[in-house]
C-alpha cells in the first residue's frame, strides 16, 4: 500500500483494508459485516440459535469483516457467540466436507458460508452424507456464483454486483482526474433467499 500510494496518481481501491486518506486514493467496498447480517438475520427469523460459520482464511481482510459481521448479528439477537462454531477454511470446494463433518459434530442446524464454494461444497458433502437441504440443513453462501442457481435445492446467498461496483469505481475515477473530491464508497450487498434455508426441525 505504501508503494502504491506513493506513485502519486488517481489510485482506486476494490475490496481492501481503511487505507489513510490520501486525495490520490479512494476505495469502493462492499460492506461484509451487513451481508453477513442479512444472511444471518434471515437464518435467525427462520429459528435457528445454533448457525455454525464456515469462514475463509483468518489473513484476509474480508475474512475479518465476514466473522466481524456473524458475531455482531448474534449479538443483536440475544444469543451467545461459541467460537467452538467457527471453522477456517479456504475459500474453496475441498473445505466444504471437512467444515460440514465438523459442524455436524456441534449440533448445528445451519452453516453460514463467506463464500459460494464453501457452501456449495458443504452442500455436496451433505447431499453424499444422506442429509436432505434445507430439511436437515439450511446453507447460505456469499457471491452469488453463477452455480448456485444451478444447484438443487438452489443457494441462498448474498449478491455483490460486480458491475455495480466497477461503475462506482469508474465514476469515482472520473471524478478524481476533474480534481472533484471524492471518498471511500461503502454498497451494501442484496440478500438472494433461495431453496437452500428453512425453519429448523424442532420448531
Not at 444422506?130 to 438443487?152: A, K, Q, R, T
Request: aromatic fraction near 8%; charged fraction near 15%; glycine fraction near 10%.
Amino acid at each position: 500500500f505504501q508503494e502504491v500510494q506513493e506513485v502519486f496518481v488517481p489510485l482506486i481501491f476494490w475490496g481492501a483494508p481503511p487505507i489513510a486518506e490520501q486525495a490520490n486514493v479512494c476505495a469502493v467496498t462492499y460492506d461484509s459485516i451487513v451481508g453477513i447480517g442479512k444472511t444471518m438475520a434471515h437464518l435467525l427469523s427462520l429459528g435457528h440459535r445454533r448457525i455454525g460459520f464456515l469462514n475463509g482464511n483468518s489473513g484476509a481482510y474480508v475474512s475479518q469483516e465476514r466473522l466481524d459481521g456473524y458475531i455482531l448479528a448474534l449479538t443483536r439477537a440475544g444469543v451467545s457467540f461459541d467460537p467452538t462454531l467457527v471453522w477456517e477454511g479456504n475459500y474453496s470446494f475441498a473445505c466444504g466436507a471437512p467444515a460440514l463433518d465438523y459442524f455436524l459434530q456441534k449440533g448445528v442446524t445451519a452453516i453460514c458460508c463467506a463464500s459460494d464454494k464453501m457452501a456449495i461444497g458443504a452442500a455436496q458433502a451433505a447431499t453424499q452424507r444422506g442429509l436432505s437441504i434445507p430439511e436437515d440443513l439450511s446453507i447460505v453462501g456469499y457471491d452469488d456464483d453463477p452455480l448456485c442457481s444451478s444447484m438443487f435445492p438452489s443457494l441462498t446467498t448474498v449478491a455483490q454486483d460486480f458491475f455495480r461496483i466497477g461503475r462506482v469505481a469508474a465514476t469515482l475515477m472520473t471524478c478524481m482526474l476533474r480534481g472533484l473530491p471524492v471518498g471511500p464508497v461503502s454498497i451494501h450487498p442484496e440478500l438472494l433467499v433461495r431453496g437452500s434455508t428453512a425453519a429448523p426441525k424442532h420448531t
